[in-house]
């Protein structure tokens, strides 16, 4: 093979799929793909799970990356069982890298941060600690 054509095909790009269309119409097709997934989740943490999320907290689990897969449910429930054996009414409960601050009296999540946003977080107005 000439040496040139050889060059030449190393040096082209490759290029795969079909654009995406203007950038202006990008960033609302994104926020209605974000709308559509938020209902979605809540619909089935309400399905899976004894906790309601506050609009707040589902923003976060969206915007966060958290994983709320039924065995991470499972073990948020516990760990706001355990917290209300112990009478706490506002506990941070920690799943492994992921804290949820929980409102145990209504039973609903308040806010959640995940191991990238935890480092040099200040939590207030919580009573406990619960380390599932």
Same mark, same amino acid.
């Given at each position: =093979?000439? &040496? =040139?054509?050889?060059? $030449? =095909? !190393? ?5 795969? #799929? ?5 950038? *202006? ?6 926020? #209605?793909?974000? &709308?559509?997934?938020?209902? !979605?989740?809540?619909?089935? %943490?309400?399905? *899976? ?8 907290? %589902? *923003?976060?689990?969206?915007?966060? /990356? ?7 449910? /499972?073990? !948020?429930?516990? /760990? ?5 054996? $112990?009478?706490? $009414? ?5 799943? /492994? &890298? ?27 107005? %919580?009573?406990?600690?619960? =380390?599932?």
């Amino acid at each position: =093979m000439d &040496s =040139m054509i050889y060059n $030449k =095909m !190393l040096h082209t790009p490759i290029y795969t #799929g079909t654009p995406s269309g203007p950038p *202006e119409k990008r960033p609302q097709e994104a926020k #209605g793909n974000d &709308s559509a997934f938020k209902e !979605l989740l809540e619909q089935r %943490i309400k399905e *899976e799970s004894q906790v309601s999320f506050s609009k707040h907290a %589902i *923003e976060r689990v969206v915007e966060r /990356g958290v994983d709320v897969s039924s065995e991470n449910i /499972g073990r !948020l429930n516990e /760990g706001i069982r355990m917290a209300e054996e $112990k009478g706490l $009414k506002e506990p941070l409960i920690l799943l /492994g &890298s992921t804290a949820f601050v929980v409102n145990v009296r209504n039973n609903k999540v308040v806010t959640v941060v995940n191991e990238d946003s935890l480092k040099g977080t200040v939590f207030t107005n %919580i009573d406990g600690t619960v =380390m599932i």
